[in-house]
């Protein structure tokens, strides 16, 4: 296609695919946004646990990590779509509705992409902690800090210091991972660039169309990630 013919695609215009692609591009960033912030409340849990919990505590944090770790996404989405479904099919009939009742897509999708996430952002937060300075830690007690107030003030800093930059490359992830929830019918940029592709049968300029979109995101996500961790780094010596 020429130029013009490709801005004519985009355009917002009765006869372009512009405004269902912004809309498709809006549902997969909240899509992303609610898998890992899913994931980060799980990652925070898991690394404790696995940092400060007891024997079973550790174990089931392992067990999570190393489960969750082993199993395709996709097949995540599939167990989470179809099993919610068959469960709130069944609560339906008990209610006295009909047919089958499936689960929302969305809500799927993201808690499948935060449960797998979490499993990665478990490891990272415990590596972030795994970093901090024994040194830093002994002082905190030496001043006479209280758990709750040394966890605060010095070991949540210093662990998400250490941490962001294994957390940006989970957010890089799930952000690829929300491809994935397609296939429970929910219309976000992949699945929408297949509805265009299909309707125009112009599938190369769709699908390098969403390819552009999922660029720019993952670059401004990497600037604010990359801002927060200066942020973060202020004051500390480069080696």
């Known amino acids: 296609m020429t130029r013009q013919s490709l801005l004519d695609l985009l355009s917002f215009g009765p006869d372009g695919w512009g405004t269902v692609l912004a809309w498709a591009t809006l549902t997969t960033v909240l899509i992303a946004l609610s898998g890992y912030a899913i994931g ?6 898991g690394a404790y ?16 990590t190393t489960v969750l770790r082993g199993i395709p996404d996709l097949l995540v989405i599939y167990l989470f779509y179809f099993g919610g479904s068959a469960v709130v099919t069944w609560v339906g009939r ?21 449960i797998t996430s979490g499993a990665q952002q ?15 830690l002994e002082a905190a007690k030496a001043c006479g800090m209280s758990r709750s107030l040394m966890a605060r003030r010095i070991v949540a800093p ?16 799930v952000l690829k991972e929300s491809a994935l929830v397609s296939v429970t019918g929910v219309v976000e940029l992949m699945r929408q660039a297949q509805i265009g592709a299909g309707s125009t049968r112009l599938p190369f300029d769709f699908y390098l169309i969403a390819a552009c979109i999922f660029l720019l995101i993952s670059s401004i996500s990497g600037f604010l990630f990359g801002r927060s961790e200066a942020r973060l780094s202020r004051g500390v010596r480069r080696g």
């Open 40 to 45: 980060a409340v799980i990652g925070v849990v």
């Open 94 to 114: 008990l209610m006295g509705a009909e047919g089958f009742v499936g689960f929302p897509g969305f809500l799927a999708g993201a808690l499948a992409i935060g």
């Open 158 to 173: 210093l662990t998400l210091r250490h941490a962001l930059p294994g957390l940006g490359n989970v957010w890089q992830v």
């Open 122 to 136: 478990t490891e990272v937060l415990r590596g972030g902690f795994h970093a901090v300075a024994k040194g830093e």
């Open 49 to 64: 646990a696995k940092v400060s919990g007891g024997r079973i505590a550790r174990s089931l944090a392992d067990a999570y």
